[in-house]
Every structure is written in C-alpha cells, then in structure tokens.
C-alpha cells in the first residue's frame, strides 16, 4: 500500500527564510514522488516530480526536493521564501504512474 | 491549448438531486482522473480512464457515482441522488506518459455544496 504523511499542517516563515515543507511515503516498490501547490481557488500544479533519475531534483519557481530511500523522505526546499509562495503545497507518490496518493497538505504562510 | 477546464466550476444542489460534471482535458492527453477534495485534504483519487476506458475505481467510490469518457475526449462525473457529504470540491485532471511516468495537469475543480 502507499501513502504519504506531510508533517506540519501550518509553516510560517519570513520572508527571505529558508522553506522546508516535510514529506515521507510508504511503498512497496521504488516510487514516482511529486510535490504540487494549490493557490486559492485553483487547481493544483506541478512543482517538481522525481521519477528514479536524479535524487535532487529540481522545480519550478526555486524550489527542489530530495529522494532519500534510506529515511523514505522527499522534502521540499527553497532557500529564499518570495510572498508570492503562500498557498497550500501537497506531496503524492505513485508506484505504477496509475493511482496517485496524496497527503493532507502543507500550508505555507510567508510572514513579510 | 488552454488547460484542463471544467464545468460548473460551482454547484449548489438539494439533497436527493443528480449532478454531473464536465471535464475537457487537454486534447493530446490519453489519461483523465477524477478527484474529490474536501476540506483541509489532499485530493483523494476516484477513478481513470485511459482514453475511453475506465480502468481503475477507487472501492471508496459509492455506487451512486458513475463517470463516462466516450471517445475518449471529454469526461462527465455523474453523482445520483446528493447526500450532504458529497460537499466537496471535484478535481479532474489529464496526463500523458513522459520519460518515466505520468504527468498529471490539474483544473480549477467544481466546488459542489449539498443542502
């Protein structure tokens, strides 16, 4: 079975601070991992996807995430936080590229 | 291409009353997925097609709601008889295979709120 435990429901951080958004996924077999944002309203959209490649991958608008097997994480960086990078921010992982499984959410609040 | 849209982009409904919901994805997409969000969650997977098949089904999903992709183009999302627990907001995306795996591009949802 997969899953994915997003550990904080609510970051806050200056603006200009270091961004860390926690993920760790449960599976039985090398996954594809993803991290997506969600602005209100909004759909969610694609910030960056590890697909066995590369374990440092790196995304849109800054931001990167981390494979590591050993401690089953993929957490999402950025060094400097803009304003423009409040929302809501969602780890899922898939083992076959069918089902995708997502946590519950990280909201990201930048304090100016 | 515009993106995944859909339609209505809200709904507000009694209870005991069908809806459906309009998904066009983006044109060269062989795969569509339907979501369901609600609130202070992820979304929580549903169903899928891969062009006009439907190929997986979550167990979770009530016999109440069905999905359809004829021609393998649009998609609707149909939910019988309402029940207030259906409030949530209903997410369709699209994808196709690149490199390794699939790439899910995400519309703005139907927000559907029962009375």
């Known amino acids: 079975a997969q899953s994915v435990t997003q550990l904080g429901s609510h970051v806050s951080v200056s603006e200009g601070a270091l961004v860390l958004l926690r993920c760790n996924y449960s599976?039985?077999?090398?996954?594809?991992l993803f991290w997506y944002v969600q602005y209100p309203n909004q759909g969610l959209q694609l910030l960056l996807k590890y697909t066995s490649a590369a374990t440092l991958v790196k995304g849109i608008n800054g931001f990167e995430a981390e494979f590591k097997k050993s401690e089953t994480s993929f957490h999402l960086t950025k060094p400097s936080a803009h304003m423009s990078d409040a929302a809501e921010y969602f780890c899922a992982v898939s083992d076959t590229g069918n089902q995708f499984y997502f946590g519950t959410g990280t909201s990201l609040t930048v304090i100016p | 291409d515009t993106g995944v849209s859909q339609d209505p982009r809200h709904k507000i409904t009694k209870r005991g009353q069908n809806v459906t919901f309009r998904c066009d994805p983006i044109s060269e997409h062989n795969r569509l997925y339907w979501y369901r969000q609600t609130l202070g969650q992820g979304p929580e997977f549903l169903t899928y097609f891969q062009n006009e098949a439907q190929l997986e089904k979550s167990r979770l999903l009530s016999d109440r709601f069905s999905a359809e992709r004829p021609k393998g183009s649009f998609s609707t999302l149909e939910i019988q008889r309402t029940e207030q627990g259906d409030s949530a907001m209903y997410l369709c995306?699209?994808?196709?295979?690149?490199?390794?795996?699939?790439?899910?591009?995400f519309g703005p949802g139907t927000r559907l709120t029962v009375t």
């Open positions: 599976s039985s077999v090398p996954p594809y």
């Open positions: 995306a699209s994808s196709y295979r690149q490199g390794l795996s699939y790439e899910q591009y």
